[in-house]
Nanobody, 126 residues
């Protein structure tokens, strides 16, 4: 059974850093994309970053470019989101999700992603 488990969230001061992990289990394929999303209280879930291992593609939304880095450790079946220079507006529950059969990152339409993790809370506050 395919599962995604996020970890690494927490409370951090503005300007600080966190590294989120998304451990993927239950399938072996190179044709997929992993997306990171976040949802702030009272707001819709939004895409943040995506990685496509088959072609080594990464993508970031404008609000996190230059601050966040997505990467993958194939040996551990884990995708990371390194978040630096965090801002209060980065606060939210962060989710990872997998889009099966994808050869490249095709955006952040929620229903295009097949499986989701349970989320991890990130709070940026002084």
């Amino acid at each position: 059974q395919l599962q995604l488990v996020e970890s690494g969230g927490g409370l951090v001061q503005p300007g600080g850093s966190l590294r989120l992990s998304c451990a993927v289990s239950g399938f072996t394929s190179d044709s997929y994309a992993i997306g990171w999303f976040r949802q702030a209280p009272g707001k819709e879930r939004e895409g943040v970053s995506c990685i496509s291992p088959s072609i080594g593609e990464t993508h970031y939304v404008d609000s996190v470019k230059g601050r966040f880095t997505i990467s993958r450790d194939s040996a551990k079946n884990t995708v990371y989101l390194q978040m630096n220079s965090l801002k209060p507006e980065d606060t939210g529950v962060y989710y990872c999700a997998v889009q099966l059969g994808a050869y490249y990152c095709s955006g952040y339409v929620i229903y295009n992603y097949d499986y989701w993790g349970q989320g991890t809370q990130v709070t940026v506050s002084s």
